[in-house]
């Protein structure tokens, strides 16, 4: 009973940390610190260093599909380099900015809008057309949308293996 628990618990305190990854702050990271805390200091055979090493190649997955899928989204819109550059910036600002509105939720919004106003900023600044602009801006949005998608299911797996092998370790 007292395992469940503890799993119970690892299990709400990870999944407290992915909802981070939509405030574009590194939930993903942080749960690999937890999960470290727990090799070190936790239980011993639960929670081992090869575990947590295995979990960092996930979140560097995370971080490589987040990344990848908001380039991938601008350049298809017809983002130029800056312009993707812009979104990506605009992206954090827009998380920070939201961030205190609909219980955190807002920095959903506020990352998803602040790609497209970053992205359109910059291409506007470089003198594309508002068509142009907006359709590179468009797509700075649906990549980031992907992105935050794709991260946060890499997060999920993690939560979901660490968890099963927390639980499956006891003794």
Not at 95 to 109: M, V
Not at 114 to 138: D, I, K, P, T, Y
């Amino acid at each position: 009973m007292l395992d469940a628990v503890a799993g119970l618990a690892l299990g709400l305190v990870l999944f407290a940390l992915l909802w981070l990854n939509l405030l574009s702050l590194p939930g993903n990271w942080l749960m690999l610190g937890v999960l470290a805390l727990l090799a070190a200091f936790g239980p011993e055979g639960r929670i081992t260093w090869s575990f947590v090493g295995m979990m960092s190649l996930l979140a560097l997955l995370g971080e490589g599909i987040e990344f990848v899928a908001q380039i991938i989204g601008g350049k298809r819109g017809g983002a130029s380099g800056a312009g993707n550059f812009g979104g990506v910036v605009g992206s954090i600002a827009g998380a920070i900015l939201g961030a205190p509105f609909g219980l955190g939720l807002g920095a959903i919004a506020g990352a998803l809008v602040g790609a497209w106003l970053g992205c359109f900023a910059v291409e506007r600044l470089r003198r594309e057309s508002h068509a142009q602009a907006a359709q590179a801006a468009w797509g700075s949005f649906w990549g980031r949308s992907l992105g935050l998608v794709g991260k946060a299911a890499v997060g999920a797996v993690i939560i979901v293996m660490s968890v099963a092998r927390f639980t499956s370790q006891a003794a």
